[in-house]
């Protein structure tokens, strides 16, 4: 069996930075998606924030999922003001629950100063939603960009409220856009349903999945490019969290897999997201980082053609608004 490297798992720099080195968070807002354990990454981005000194909503499909999250985040340390890790309940592929969940932050909250989109499934067969999205596009994009676009007008406010701001969104993306296959669009939601080929083998389910996390990507450049044009300090970032052993990664690789074995942890696995929420270098170094796709331990490094092609993330904005403007109604 060939030894796995770092960069087998997508590791290009060393951890050279301490946790300690991240900026103190207390009394900062924050917002974590898919993150009712730390045995999964965004439970354990979840605790590191908190344990910055951050209220972290920690987000779930469920209140019972969330309260589960907040438990295990307590139990393992036990300094976190509790009352500082609050529940954010929504199903990313329910739009109408989304809806709710943000107008309930925005009722709540004067400011929001960290958004992590991390939820996301995984490779797997082709469904939809009842609106005709299948359910990887729906919870791996577009869940996500109805929750940061109706957060965002709060995310601006709270970054135009203070010269020396720091507000930032990261959308956790995947190395598994390198597999996707050429020839790919995303200007209509008949593209976005693409089964890449049929519905029968993993590599179809893998090359859906590749394509959301494009999208992924996509979104960040766009939203960075729009930001950036209206003047706003907002940074975003994609990040790729390195191959991490979750139960997301189990389902799919298997507990015996050399891949799930060889995985990082959790917490390994939510370093990078940490590293672009919440540290300095990041924000000291903007132009590098702003809009960029983001590898552990921290370093930028291209995308695919197809995730840089800003013709692609324009189409994948107005789609993305289309498809919502049927469904939520002002
Ligand atoms: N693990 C890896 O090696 C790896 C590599 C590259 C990228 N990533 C990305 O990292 C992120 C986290 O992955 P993970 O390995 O921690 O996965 P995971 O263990 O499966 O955790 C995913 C989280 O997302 C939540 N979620 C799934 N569907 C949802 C929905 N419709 N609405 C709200 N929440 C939903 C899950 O909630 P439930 O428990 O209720 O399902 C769970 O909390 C994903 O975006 C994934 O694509 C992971």
Same mark, same amino acid.
């Given at each position: 069996m060939a030894e796995i490297k770092p960069s087998d798992l997508g #590791?290009?720099?060393?951890?050279?930075?301490?946790?300690?080195?991240?900026?103190?968070?207390?009394?900062k807002i924050t917002i974590v998606t898919g993150a009712n354990t730390t045995s999964s990454i965004g439970g354990s981005i979840a605790h590191q924030l908190a344990l910055r000194g951050a209220k972290v909503y920690v987000g779930a499909r469920s209140l019972a999922k969330a309260n589960t999250g907040i438990k295990e985040i307590i139990a393992q340390s036990?300094? #976190?003001?509790?009352?500082?890790l609050q529940p954010f309940v929504a199903a990313l592929d329910d739009y109408v629950a989304v809806r709710a969940a943000a107008e309930a932050i925005l009722q709540k909250e004067t400011r929001l100063d960290i958004l992590v989109n991390n939820a996301g499934i995984f490779p797997l067969s082709l469904e939809y939603d009842q609106y005709g999205v299948n359910k990887v596009m729906a919870t791996n994009h577009l869940g996500p960009f109805l929750l940061t676009m109706l957060l965002l007008p709060l995310l601006k406010r709270t970054s135009a409220a203070a010269p020396d701001s720091d507000v930032r969104i990261i959308n956790v993306s995947s190395t598994a856009i390198d597999a996707l296959p050429l020839g790919h669009s995303f200007a209509s939601l008949q593209a976005w349903n693409d089964s890449f080929g049929g519905d029968d083998n993993p590599l179809q389910f893998f090359h859906r999945y590749a394509y959301s996390k494009v999208a992924n990507i996509l979104f960040t450049k766009e939203l960075q490019r729009r930001l950036d044009q209206d003047g706003s300090r907002i940074l975003v970032a994609a990040v790729h969290p390195g191959l991490v052993a979750t139960p997301g990664s189990k389902r799919v690789l298997g507990v015996e897999s050399e891949q799930y074995k060889s995985g990082i942890t959790p917490y390994e696995g939510a370093l990078t997201e940490v590293w672009c929420a919440a540290h300095p270098e990041v924000r000291d170094s903007a132009d590098e980082f702003k809009g960029a796709f983001i590898v552990p331990y921290g370093v930028a490094r291209g995308a695919t053609e197809l995730a840089e092609d800003t013709e692609e993330a324009r189409k994948l904005w107005d789609v993305s608004e289309q498809i919502l403007a049927g469904i939520i109604k002002a």
């Open positions: #590791i290009t720099r060393e951890l050279d930075w301490s946790i300690d080195s991240l900026i103190p968070l207390t009394g036990p300094s #976190i003001d509790a009352s500082n």
